[in-house]
């Protein structure tokens, strides 16, 4: 069985506030809970680090880019630089569960956090690991590309995005948002949402087999 494991932290997180930092990790680790089966699978350390465990592949690509809207979305209107989230994700075998996800161990999360070390030299914000090393390359490119597009969503396409994924439909999320349903569907369009989501579902098709 492949798990998947997200590691990750919040880029420009230092350029908020003290006070809307804490009120921020609150809510993150409150979200990141309710997305896993368990609440140990899904932490936060080192105050802006986090770390989830999935036991689905399209589920754990899901709250990837989930996690990057919600982050984006959460930048303050004077931010000069906006909030993100550098994610790796590692998929394999699971050795040993312990009692949260941060002392439980194995390959996916091997895989994760050498991958996610190679991000914090390379300035990117989004990687995908497996045990095939032609494979990882594969999709090194892939995201690369995906990259381009998902780090210029704006904190208006990061929000729809957002509750997208949590399969609202576009009436609900121009009612939640105070918006048309005209200007949900422009922001999918600027954001190139169609095209995203097909290129993670090929991800999830390559690595499921």
Same mark, same amino acid.
């Given at each position: ?11 420009? &997180?230092?350029?908020?506030?003290? @006070?809307?930092? =804490? ?35 399209? =589920? ?10 919600? &982050? ?8 000069? @630089? ?10 394999? !075998? ?22 996610? @070390? ?40 990061? !929000? ?11 009436? !609900? ?21 169609? !095209? ?14």
């Amino acid at each position: 069985m492949k798990y998947g494991v997200i590691t990750g932290d919040v880029t420009n &997180f230092t350029s908020i506030a003290i @006070d809307k930092r =804490e009120a921020l990790i609150i809510k993150t680790s409150k979200l990141i809970k309710s997305w896993v089966i368990k609440p140990e699978y899904a932490e936060i350390f080192r105050g802006d680090s986090f770390q989830l465990l999935f036991d689905n592949i399209n =589920e754990t690509l899901k709250r990837s880019i989930q996690l990057r809207c919600w &982050f984006k979305q959460h930048t303050q209107a004077k931010q000069k @630089d906006p909030l993100d989230a550098r994610i790796s994700v590692g998929f394999g !075998e699971i050795d040993y569960f312990g009692k949260s996800v941060l002392d439980t161990d194995g390959e996916a999360f091997h895989l994760s956090g050498r991958a996610f @070390d190679e991000l914090k030299n390379v300035q990117d914000y989004f990687q995908v690991s497996t045990a095939d090393n032609r494979l990882n390359e594969q999709l090194r490119v892939i995201l690369n590309l995906a990259n381009l597009i998902i780090s210029q969503w704006t904190k208006n396409q990061a !929000e729809v995005i957002f509750l997208l994924l949590e399969a609202k439909t576009q009436q !609900e999320m121009a009612d939640e948002l105070k918006i048309a349903q005209s200007a949900v569907n422009n922001r999918l369009k600027l954001a190139r949402w169609k !095209e995203i989501d097909k290129t993670m579902r090929y991800i999830a098709s390559l690595i499921q087999e």
